[in-house]
């Protein structure tokens, strides 16, 4: 069982910047591939970003350019920088673990509000 704790939402205006950790309970980062979904009412979760165990980083093209992804091994941890933020990219955003060999071996955070308001 692996535990993921979020950090970091909130409210901040367009075009302002916001950064999302996600630690895990143990060092997953070598095991599971990791990163974060968003979700809004209505809609099902989509991927915005991830890091593969291998190291390999993804992000979605409606954030490319504007959100980083990394890892930190030593603090078990995976960020999500966002820059240029928009208030379509207002969200619950959760970060998940997926084990790299089984895709049926999935963990969720408990979701972090990011809202994208003037």
């Known amino acids: 069982q692996v535990h993921l704790v979020e950090s970091g939402g909130g409210l901040v205006q367009p075009g302002g910047s916001l950064r999302l950790s996600c630690e895990a309970s143990e060092n997953a980062v070598n095991t599971f591939n990791m990163g974060w979904y968003r979700q809004t009412p209505g809609k099902e979760r989509e991927l915005v970003a991830n890091?593969?165990?291998?190291?390999?980083?993804y992000v979605t093209e409606a954030v490319e350019g504007r959100f980083t992804i990394s890892r930190d091994k030593a603090k078990r941890t995976v960020t999500l920088q966002m820059n240029n933020l928009r208030s379509e990219d207002t969200a619950v955003y959760y970060c998940y673990a997926r084990h790299r060999l089984n895709a049926a071996q999935i963990y969720w955070g408990q979701g972090t509000q990011v809202t994208v308001s003037s």
């Open positions: 890091v593969l165990a291998s190291g390999r980083t």
